[in-house]
């Protein structure tokens, strides 16, 4: 199973960015995806799942609103669209699928600064 996101970067206040994360390795059309974060000092928390086949969304309170998950089964590829970004959400943002254990990416780096 490999996990590899892209699409973090520098963002001010208000902004918007789209992370991707391409899977490979398993069936990825079979199984839910998450999206979660950590900032520094702090644990790793959920941002969003997706179901298998996307029609179920899940997310957290703090994101709700502004963030989107998506997913493209034909291509292997999860989604986050984060608009109205605030400096709170500067973390690391990783990919994650449970494909019998916890499958991790290595993050791409979100920083929310003017």
């Known amino acids: 199973v490999q996990l590899v996101e892209s699409g973090g970067g520098l963002v001010q206040p208000g902004g918007s960015l789209r992370l991707s994360c391409a899977a490979s390795?398993?069936?990825?059309?079979?199984?839910?995806m998450s999206w979660y974060r950590q900032a520094d000092g702090n644990e790793r928390e959920l941002v969003a799942r997706i179901s298998d086949a996307g029609g179920i969304t899940n997310y957290a309170d703090s994101m709700k609103g502004r963030f989107t998950i998506s997913r493209d089964n034909a291509a292997n590829t999860v989604y986050l669209q984060m608009n109205s970004l605030k400096l709170e959400d500067t973390a690391v943002y990783y990919c994650?699928?449970?494909?019998?254990?916890?499958?991790w990416g290595k993050g791409t780096l979100v920083t929310v600064s003017s």
């Open positions: 994650n699928v449970r494909y019998g254990i916890d499958y």
């Open positions: 390795g398993f069936t990825f059309s079979r199984y839910a």
